[in-house]
């Protein structure tokens, strides 16, 4: 069974970055096939972020327009995921997921992050 | 993108009853590889998303037997052939063969 932990600040300013990262257990970050980070605003549906392929092939939604990164520490065995120049539209519970190829098949318990103006 | 367009959005089930949620993709689902990359996800009040279902119609480990995905194409089906209180939540159908991964709108069940 794979657990999936999301962390980092709940609270970011408006312009500034929002850095999460996700630790696994039961299941290298590093040997996982296909990790993303998907998010839900309050009270609303999903929308996927972005993912990292095992290879380090990333992809990210369009809609971000580049302030996106997301990356594996293999050092850590994290992922991470940044997003730059947040504005309240992004304030969301975020989620990692992964690990394996048919998507998404175990999700962390997310984290609320709200952006402050 | 694709669209993922659910049916019904809200569903009143009575208990021990049977449930069907429709999930329909503005484009086929087939990939390169012959696979269909669909899946049906459950979130229940205040937690994560749990996927029950991959690649259309096989079951996660640890999903009840009562839970059951089928389609192809464009029209896709999660049934539940006898509901629980714990089927509550919200139920979401997501596509991955075509860039970017899309949801649909999500399909809230609750108890009559």
């Known amino acids: 069974q794979v657990q999936l932990q999301e962390s980092g600040p709940g609270l970011v300013e408006a312009s500034e970055t929002l850095s999460l990262t996700c630790t696994a257990s039961?299941?290298?970050?590093?040997?996982?096939?296909?990790w993303g980070w998907i998010r839900q605003p309050p009270g609303m549906g999903l929308e996927w972020i972005g993912s990292?392929?095992?290879?380090?092939?990333?992809q990210y939604h369009p809609s971000l327009r580049g302030r996106a990164t997301i990356s594996v520490d293999r050092s850590k065995d994290q992922l991470s995921l940044n997003l730059y120049s947040v504005t309240g539209a992004d304030t969301a519970v975020y989620y990692c997921?992964?690990?394996?190829?048919?998507?998404?098949?175990?999700w962390g318990q997310g984290i609320l992050v709200t952006v402050s103006s | 993108e694709v669209v993922m367009t659910q049916s019904p959005l809200s569903l009143s089930v009575t208990l021990g009853q049977p449930a069907s949620i429709s999930c329909r993709s503005s484009?086929?689902?087939?990939?390169?590889?012959?696979?269909?990359?669909l899946i049906w996800l459950h979130q229940r009040p205040g937690q994560s998303p749990r996927r029950l279902i991959y690649?259309?119609?096989n079951r996660d480990s640890g999903v009840p037997d009562r839970f059951s995905g089928s389609g192809s194409g464009t029209d896709f089906t999660l049934r539940i052939s006898r509901v629980e209180a714990e089927d509550v939540g919200v139920y979401y159908c997501?596509?991955?063969?075509?860039?970017?991964?899309?949801f649909g709108q999500g399909t809230k069940v609750e108890i009559k």
């Open positions: 997501m596509q991955g063969t075509h860039w970017p991964p899309t």
């Open positions: 990292i392929y095992q290879n380090g092939v990333v």
């Open positions: 039961g299941h290298s970050i590093s040997s996982g096939y296909y």
């Open positions: 997921a992964g690990p394996g190829a048919s998507y998404f098949d175990f």
């Open positions: 690649r259309v119609f």
């Open positions: 484009q086929g689902l087939v990939y390169s590889d012959g696979n269909m990359y």
